[in-house]
């Protein structure tokens, strides 16, 4: 017997729990913008180091499981001697793999951006740091929007993982509600209805900003 | 068992004793992925199929199961099929569930690489195919499915890759796959630092060396291409 009852006495504690899925992912994907830009500003500079470290650090955030990732950063980082609480420690591993995804999606954008506008710039006497803040930064974020959205989507996707590390948000939450009232198939059906929500209702925002910034 | 100063060394032994129990993870993340990879292709394939031959009130219905599984995370997914799965009547075993769990997750990617890759076959071609009287059936296999396929194989390799790193997740339902298998091995050991280190690594190499594959299968496809056009 399906029990509507079970979903709707445990929806508080679920909802509460959602506060830490968006924590999760928002965070994140701020982190990992930023950490992006920084890992696509070294994809793109005339050292030849940077240029391979970022290859590399790019490789590997992208070739290793998520989830292998968190493990790593959870008995790694104490191992040499960096003691963070859980849930910093599960921000940061996310964002320094969303920022490998971000990075390339970064610098498919500025390619995207037509190089006499760069040209122009220099020509009417902008430093370079004006140029990137003021003509090549805004553009590529526009050009990327679509990508972006993309990434954040599956960042709330994937900050279920986070369950694995002892984080209580939404899928630690149904974990514990199921084994305390036996009743796993409404509690997890609600679980994911909570995360489409959040998803169908971002990829609503992502699709109102690109016809906003259309021009 | 003691933990000593040469870290590396008492690795390796433990590699060599548990040597066994990592080959059944491996063995299973592959037979996993290989196996969630294709059903999910099949499956995705199908689905494309309908959606873009089919009734357009089927179509809705499919729609709906995309945005839905693209919505949801897998681990969730699992969850309902795996400990939700027994209230109706579907018990599996861990390795089966897992198996099933991928090829559901994987379908609605799938079928979107293969419709995007059906509507980009030139309609002049298959218009050209019932000019010439070829039967609908012969203009699918000769002329829609080799364009589909060749135009297909970057996106199609992309999605199969990020799917490996999806098997990792079949370990927190207990399917005794790569990661399963050391975070047994590091509970009895205490190594947990080396076998997740050597894990990542392993899996770094794994992903890299399916990409080459995938690069150079690429390459076959469209020196293919190149032919086909120039003769």
Redesign the interface.
């Known amino acids: 017997m399906f029990s509507w009852s079970a979903i709707f006495e445990n929806l508080p504690y679920l909802l509460e729990a959602t506060r830490f899925t968006l924590i999760v992912s928002v965070f994140g994907m701020v982190l990992g913008l930023l950490f992006g830009m920084i890992v696509c500003a070294w994809r793109l500079s005339s050292s030849r180091f940077l240029r391979n470290f970022s290859a590399l650090y790019v490789?590997?955030f992208?070739?290793?499981?998520?989830?292998?990732?968190l493990?790593?950063a959870y008995?790694?980082l104490p191992?040499i001697g960096i003691n963070l609480p859980a849930l910093p420690t599960a921000i940061g591993t996310i964002g320094l793999c969303a920022a490998a995804y971000i990075a390339e999606i970064l610098r498919g954008a500025l390619m995207a951006v037509p190089r006499g506008q760069e040209e122009a710039a220099v020509a009417i006497g902008m430093t370079p740091a004006t140029i990137w803040r003021r003509i090549l930064i805004p553009q590529a974020l526009k050009i990327s929007m679509p990508s972006l959205f993309n990434e954040l989507?599956l960042l709330?996707?994937?900050?279920?993982?986070v369950?694995?590390v002892g984080i209580v948000e939404l899928?630690r939450m149904?974990?514990s509600l199921?084994a305390a009232t036996f009743r796993?198939?409404?509690i997890?059906?609600a679980?994911?209805a909570i995360?489409?929500v959040i998803?169908?209702a971002l990829?609503a925002l992502g699709q109102w900003l690109e016809k906003r910034m259309a021009y | 068992m003691a933990r000593e100063k040469n870290g590396l060394l008492m690795e390796f032994d433990l590699f060599i004793q548990y040597g066994p129990m990592l080959l059944t993870g491996l063995k299973n993340t592959v037979l996993c992925w290989i196996t969630g990879a294709a059903g999910g292709m099949t499956l995705g394939f199908f689905i494309a199929a309908v959606m873009h031959y089919g009734p357009r009130s089927i179509r809705y219905v499919l729609r709906a199961y995309i945005e839905v599984i693209r919505g949801t995370p897998f681990l969730i997914q699992l969850f309902i099929l795996y400990y939700g799965g027994p209230y109706v009547g579907i018990r599996l075993d861990p390795v089966p569930a897992g198996i099933l769990g991928l090829v559901v997750y994987g379908s609605p990617y799938y079928a979107e690489i293969f419709r995007a890759g059906l509507q980009a076959v030139p309609h002049g071609m298959v218009e050209a195919g019932r000019a010439m009287a070829l039967p609908e059936f012969t203009i699918l296999r000769r002329i829609v499915l080799p364009i589909l396929m060749v135009s297909s194989v970057p996106p199609l390799t992309n999605f199969s890759i990020i799917l490996t790193k999806e098997t990792a997740i079949l370990s927190i339902v207990t399917v005794p796959e790569l990661l399963y298998q050391v975070q047994t091995m590091s509970a009895e050991t205490f190594a947990y630092v080396e076998a997740i280190l050597a894990l990542a690594l392993f899996y770094w190499g794994l992903v890299e060396l399916i990409s080459l594959v995938g690069r150079k299968f690429e390459q076959k496809t469209n020196a293919f291409l190149l032919r086909e056009s120039s003769s």
């Not at chain 1, 992208?62 to 990732?69: A, E």
């Not at chain 1, 709330?156 to 993982?161: D, G, I, P």
């Open positions: 490789s590997f992208r070739g290793v499981p998520l989830l292998v990732q493990l790593l008995y790694f191992f989507i709330v996707k994937v900050s279920s993982l369950s694995v899928t149904s974990q199921a796993p198939l409404e997890y059906l679980a994911a995360y489409l998803n169908l990829a």
